[in-house]
């Protein structure tokens, strides 16, 4: 087996064109470390369409007797 010690180590960023000084390495390497740690998903998910929501076929059945008319369509 082979532990952390044995295997090289690859830079987190590396500048492919310009010169950066310190200070903006250190401001672009404290953003990148920052969303690499935060987990937030990289894109939303998009709205799911009212049609496709499966909830609906999850309901009371229907009783018959005065008023189920009423009770047919309402949420409860």
């Known amino acids: 087996m ?15 064109r310009g010169t ?3 200070a903006e390495l ?9 969303l690499a740690a935060s987990g937030a998903p990289e894109a939303p998910a998009a709205p799911r369409s009212a049609w496709a ?10 009783r018959p007797g005065p008023g189920a008319w009423r009770a047919s369509g309402a949420p409860r």
């Open 53 to 62: 929501d499966r909830a609906a076929l999850v309901r009371q059945p229907l």
């Open 2 to 16: 082979t532990e952390q010690g044995d295997r090289p180590q690859r830079p987190l960023l590396r500048v492919v």
């Open 26 to 34: 250190a401001a672009l390497t404290a953003v990148v470390a920052g």
């Open 20 to 22: 950066p000084d310190d």
